[in-house]
């Protein structure tokens, strides 16, 4: 049984877009809500994460919102690049043990 | 090393054979993980090393799989009797101690049980 639910499976947005993605959880334990960027042929990188006391955090053009009474978190993509084209994994945590969702595949066009 | 290395990065095998997969974690990291990713999946955790030993290995989907570490460094996921439902990515993980963040992947070793 999935922990976390992700959506969409998959998404094209014109570079200088906005690309966003959605994740739902249910355990209200978790304590620690990452994004990972995955290339192909490598392993997931790290890319933002978020802790529950926080509503939102940004590090250049990507953002999480965290709703922790829905239990959903997002991320969002601005000004969208080709060189942003990857799977895209959010996560939920406690302790050492992550669980992830099932991907997303964004394919940015030039 | 620089990052955690996984030997070897592709590997097919034929249906019942025994395999074993390497990971070498970044040096001075004390734990270490193994995960999962199949076809269209998220990342399933495996097992969780703390030093040699593993507190949590809750993840192993059967007793086929089985995995050690030794001298605190290398570990080795061994799968036997192989079955075509095992064909996945088998990431390896470390982090400088165990935690939710500060994970390193290495870039897995692809799995084809034909």
């Known amino acids: 049984q999935q922990q976390v639910k992700q959506s969409p499976q998959s998404l094209i947005v014109q570079k200088g877009g906005i690309s966003i993605i959605n994740c739902a959880y249910e355990?209200?334990?978790?304590?620690?809500f990452p994004w990972y960027q995955q290339f192909p042929g490598k392993g997931p990188a790290l890319l933002i994460a978020?802790?529950?006391?926080?509503s939102e955090k940004k590090e250049g053009r990507f953002t999480i919102s965290f709703n922790k009474s829905a239990k959903q978190f997002s991320l969002h993509i601005m000004d969208s690049q080709p060189g942003d084209s990857a799977t895209y994994f959010c996560a939920a945590s406690k302790d050492y043990k992550l669980s992830f969702g099932a991907g997303t595949t964004v394919t940015v066009r030039a | 090393g620089a990052g955690v290395s996984q030997s070897p990065s592709n590997k097919v095998t034929e249906k019942g054979k025994d395999v074993e997969l390497r990971c070498d974690p970044i040096?001075?990291?004390?734990?270490l993980y193994w995960y999962r990713q199949s076809l269209g999946q998220g990342l399933e955790f495996l097992i969780y090393?703390?030093?040699?030993?593993?507190?949590?290995k809750s993840g192993l989907p059967s007793d086929r799989f089985s995995a050690e570490r030794t001298g605190g460094s290398v570990s080795t996921l061994t799968i036997q009797r192989t079955q075509q439902e095992d064909s996945a990515v088998y990431l390896c993980a470390s982090s400088l101690r165990a935690s939710n963040y500060g994970y390193t992947f290495g870039s897995g070793t692809r799995l084809t049980v034909v």
């Open positions: 355990n209200t334990a978790f304590d620690y």
């Open positions: 040096s001075g990291h004390t734990a």
């Open positions: 978020i802790r529950p006391d926080v």
């Open positions: 090393f703390q030093g040699n030993s593993a507190p949590d």
